[in-house]
């Protein structure tokens, strides 16, 4: 097996490895590439949809997929569906966020399987919310380390929301009701490797738990322009059976909305997750 790192600070390509039936040498080899470089990309997979739930049990369980529809026989695999011929630009996970940090366990990972892609565009884009930390001051570090922010599924799929409006070919079932809040650390340390991420994204984090909006909009901007600088993210091009396995609990990512007048269709299936731990300065 290879490795071969896509950008400075995250994701690689894992060249040789194959992932249905894989021996027990592959699954710590990818383990290891995992916690080091946080997006992983291995081409040419032959992948149907209970190939992609035995990955997800074997990389932690099956996590809880609200609000989208799953194929019917799998319904935690979720097809994320443009057509060639839909009137929106918008693409289902464009802007940048974290997936379901809304849920009090958030997905530890995400499985993200390519089908068909279009010509040119439609790459994803990831963040690296470790060294997006080690990048700030120790007295931010320290500062945000006593603070907690909430986190909603409100903007996406509460009762106003508009995202189904724009995703023709895709169910999306929003909230009857206003959603709630889950409160998560913003300083967030990783279960498997103890170190701390700066564990926000603008889509779901709606402000700092117990300060108001306007209290919390000036730094969750700073925050987020900071998070998605350029040194901080690396690029996945799909092609055809390309799977991405990318560890939501240190990364944001955005699907790119630019490749109107073609098809994409991938499969998605996320990971149990646990409860998100502070990250307590020594
Ligand atoms: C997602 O955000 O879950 C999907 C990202 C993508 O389709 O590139």
């Given at each position: 097996m290879e490795i071969i790192p896509i950008a400075k600070s995250l994701g690689a390509e894992v060249i040789g490895a194959q992932l249905v039936n894989m021996d027990v040498k592959t699954y710590s080899s990818i383990e290891k590439a995992f916690s080091r470089y946080l997006v992983l990309c291995f081409r040419d997979q032959q992948l149907g949809p209970c190939d992609l739930v035995n990955l997800a049990r074997k990389f932690g369980g099956v996590g809880e997929t609200p609000y989208l529809s799953g194929l019917e026989d799998y319904p935690d695999v979720v097809p994320i569906v443009k057509e060639?011929?839909?009137?929106?630009?918008h693409t289902f996970g464009s802007g940048w966020h974290t997936d379901f940090t809304f849920q009090k366990k958030p997905p530890a990972r995400t499985l993200l399987y390519a089908l068909d892609v279009p010509p040119k565009g439609g790459d994803t884009l990831f963040a690296n919310l470790q060294d997006a930390y080690e990048s700030l001051s120790t007295g931010m570090q320290e500062s945000l380390s006593r603070l907690r922010a909430l986190h909603s599924s409100i903007r996406s799929y509460g009762p106003n929301a508009s995202l189904k409006n724009h995703l023709e070919n895709m169910t999306i079932t929003n909230e009857k009701e206003e959603p709630g809040f889950e409160s998560h650390p913003v300083i967030r340390k990783h279960p498997v490797t103890g170190k701390p991420s700066l564990w926000i994204n603008p889509t779901y984090t709606i402000r700092f738990d117990g300060m108001t909006d306007e209290e919390s909009q000036p730094l969750l901007d700073y925050l987020n322009d900071l998070i998605t600088e350029a040194r901080f993210t690396c690029r996945v091009n799909w092609k055809r059976n390309s799977l991405v396995m990318w560890d939501n609990r240190c990364t944001q990512h955005s699907a790119s909305s630019d490749y109107a007048g073609h098809r994409r269709e991938m499969w998605r299936i996320t990971t149990a997750g646990d409860t998100p731990a502070n990250f307590e300065q020594v």
């Open positions: 060639a011929n839909e009137k929106s630009q």
